[in-house]
C-alpha cells in the first residue's frame, strides 16, 4: 500500500458522509417534529428528544468521527471514552460538592425577623 491509501484507510468514503448527513438531518428533524408538531404525547416529549439526541451523537460519532470497533481505530474510541468518562465524573463532583454546600450552608429554619436582626 502506498503512503496516502494508508493515510486515508480510516476515513470514510463519500458514501458514508451522505448516508451521516442524511441520518443527521432526519434524526434533526423528527427532534423538531417532536417538540413543535407534538408527534409524541406530551408526557413522552423529553424522554423522545433525548433518545433522538443520543441517536445522533451515536451517528455523528460514527460516520463524522469515524470512532468504531476496527483496528485502526480503537485507540481514538478508547480515548473518546476516557475522555467522556473524566468528564462525567468531573461534573458529577461538581454537582455533589455544590449540592452539599447548598444543603449544609443555607439556614432552613429561620424566620425573616430573625435574619434581619442585629445582636
Known amino acids: 500500500m502506498s503512503k496516502t491509501s494508508e493515510s486515508n484507510a480510516s476515513h ?8 451521516g448527513m442524511l441520518l443527521s438531518l432526519a434524526l434533526t428533524f423528527a427532534s423538531f ?4 408538531a407534538h408527534l409524541v ?8 428528544v433525548v433518545v433522538l439526541c443520543v ?3 451515536v451517528v455523528q460519532l ?10 485502526d481505530q480503537r485507540s481514538n474510541t ?7 468518562l473524566l468528564i ?8 455533589w460538592v455544590i449540592h ?10 429561620i424566620s425573616v425577623e430573625r435574619a434581619l436582626a442585629r445582636d
Open 55 to 57: 441517536a445522533q451523537l
Open 62 to 71: 460514527r460516520y463524522f468521527l469515524h470512532l468504531g470497533s476496527s483496528a
Open 88 to 95: 462525567a465524573i468531573i461534573v458529577a463532583g461538581s454537582l
Open 100 to 109: 452539599n454546600a447548598n444543603v449544609n450552608m443555607m439556614p432552613t429554619q
Open 78 to 84: 478508547g480515548i473518546f471514552i476516557c475522555t467522556a
Open 33 to 36: 417534529g417532536v417538540v413543535m
Open 41 to 48: 404525547p406530551k408526557s413522552m416529549g423529553l424522554t423522545a
Open 12 to 19: 470514510g468514503s463519500v458514501k458514508s458522509y451522505v448516508v
